[in-house]
């Protein structure tokens, strides 16, 4: 590629001051929140209308380039790795909110919209945006389209693929196409469905409408110390064995609740080897009624001590030391590995007994914070790179972990994607026809293989890519049943 020529043509098309070759500009871009993958990329292209990434898109695929949306840069999978010889497409100048309607329960977004502003917004009208990760001050409503995200309150109201209903995008051929919109439940196969969750592998999204919720009448939320995670999650297959949907229900065990308290002094309750965090929303009725059933729920499953938030600052400082765990272990170990799996809720004390097992033997300590409701875990792998073999027995015990998870019916990631860190796993959960399948998919919304490339998938087999094992035709189109283009 003439990287030089790209940019010069990029730079009549979006403007001079839109287009960043300097090596010094370019190394800001060079990870996402996933920081031990780095990569600088050729160019990056800051449009300001989905016009302009039309555009880019559009130079990229006539000169052959790959192409990396990124949002805000927080995903914890290397998802927004730049490629070394491409052009990262950057939407953070993208950040109106387009239509803001809340008679029909929608916002109409560019990609580059903080999660939390969408909140702000529609605050003053008595409704909000419902997923929430913990990222929300800062993280994209494009990023989170491209991941599926969740958040502490999914358990209740489901992830973005739930609060989504329509994606404008700009496929790799430089096509904008229009999925969905503001009714819900369009006729014909669920592309909208296809898109949320693709990691920018089938194309960049350049308007997102969204289903907006009523404010609930009434939250409350309290803080349950336990002697053991096995107690805590006691208590919560308690509570939702019972029947109550709480919006949220967070653990954190002893190591996490010590890089809690270091870095955000949250004042949990003292020599808690786990605490839940539940919250209740709804009518103040239902809430009053199911509120007295967590709290018996949790002092049955052996909590000794439970703090009730009394008003908004201390229902604040419960979530403080909670929404800063990942952070907060850089207080406890110099480098950690975020992990993140999902398992049945059920297989939850086993998984994490086991887990506890697995970190003994390979004599490295995890800090556990997750959302316990949903069975999605966030183990905190602690290592010191500076001790010779800590960082590859941290890496080995972070896939043993994923496994692990996979034994007991769960699955690789729960909400972070798989982006570049974990396309190694994908053979873990899915045959090679399965992964074929998929690539039979993506190549229909780009054959070349332009947008985010290794990502996602482990090895490129098709759209004349990498040859693999299916080295003649791929057993569907040997079939009649699908065809490659
Ligand atoms: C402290 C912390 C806490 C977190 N907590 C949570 C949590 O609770 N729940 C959760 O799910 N995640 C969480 N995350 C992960 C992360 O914030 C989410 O994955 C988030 O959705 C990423 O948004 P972003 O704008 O930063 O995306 P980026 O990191 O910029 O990109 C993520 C992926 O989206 C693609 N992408 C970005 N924009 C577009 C677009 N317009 N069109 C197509 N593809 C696009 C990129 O190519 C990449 O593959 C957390 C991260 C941090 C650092």
Not at 32 to 51: F, Q, R, S, W
Not at 150 to 177: M, P
Not at 357 to 372: M, S
Request: hydrophobic share 40%; with cysteine.
């Amino acid at each position: 590629m003439d990287v030089h020529r790209l940019a010069e043509r990029l730079r009549g098309e979006i403007g001079h001051a839109n287009v960043l070759t300097d090596r010094a500009q370019l190394r800001t871009y060079e990870c996402d929140g996933l920081a031990v993958y780095k990569v600088m990329p050729a160019i990056v292209a800051l449009p300001e209308t989905a016009e302009q990434v039309q555009v880019v898109v559009r130079a990229c695929g006539e000169a052959r380039v790959p192409f990396v949306a990124r949002g805000s840069g927080t995903g914890l999978s290397g998802g927004a790795l730049p490629h070394a010889d491409g052009v990262l497409i950057v939407t953070s100048k993208l950040r109106s909110i387009l239509d803001l309607d809340p008679d029909n329960e929608r916002a109409v977004l560019e990609p580059g919209v903080v999660n939390l502003d969408v909140t702000r917004a529609a605050a003053p009208y008595g409704y909000y945006y419902a997923p929430d990760p913990s990222s929300q001050q800062i993280c994209s409503i494009g990023g989170n389209v491209a991941e599926n995200s969740g958040g502490a309150h999914c358990l209740k109201y489901g992830f973005t693929t739930n609060h989504v209903t329509g994606v404008q995008l700009v496929c790799a051929d430089g096509e904008i196409v229009e999925l969905g919109g503001k009714a819900p439940d369009p006729p014909g196969y669920d592309l909208l469905g296809a898109f949320v969750g693709s990691e920018g592998t089938l194309g960049i999204a350049t308007e997102v409408t969204v289903r907006l919720m009523r404010a609930p009448e009434s939250v409350r939320t309290l803080l349950a110390a336990f002697g053991s995670t096995d107690d805590a999650g006691a208590a919560v297959s308690a509570i939702i064995g019972a029947g109550v949907i709480p919006a949220a229900i967070e653990m954190m065990d002893a190591l996490a609740i010590e890089a809690a308290e270091a870095a955000v002094q949250c004042n949990y309750p003292k020599g808690a080897g786990a605490v839940l965090i539940v919250e209740l929303d709804g009518p103040a009725s239902e809430v009053e009624a199911q509120f007295e059933q967590v709290e018996a729920h949790c002092r049955t499953a052996g909590a000794f001590e439970i703090r009730i938030a009394a008003d908004d600052a201390e229902r604040a400082l419960f979530w403080k030391g909670r929404k800063s765990a990942f952070a907060a272990v850089g207080r406890i170990s110099p480098d950690y590995i975020v992990q993140d799996g999902v398992i049945p809720r059920t297989a939850l004390p086993t998984v994490l007994r086991r887990m506890g097992e697995l970190a003994a033997e390979h004599g490295i300590r995890v800090a556990n914070v997750f959302h316990a409701g949903d069975g999605n875990l966030h183990p905190l792998v602690l290592f010191d790179d500076a001790v010779e073999g800590e960082a590859e027995k941290a890496e080995e015990l972070s896939g043993a972990i994923l496994d692990l998870c996979i034994e007991h019916g769960g699955s690789i990631t729960g909400e972070h994607g798989v982006g570049m860190d974990k396309a190694k796993h994908m053979p873990r959960m899915y045959t090679d026809d399965d992964l074929d399948t998929m690539q039979l998919l993506r190549c229909a919304f780009d054959p070349d293989h332009l947008s985010n490339p290794g990502k996602i998938f482990p090895t490129p087999r098709l759209c004349g890519e990498v040859p693999g094992r299916h080295r003649g035709a791929h057993p569907l189109q040997v079939q009649g049943l699908a065809e490659v283009f």
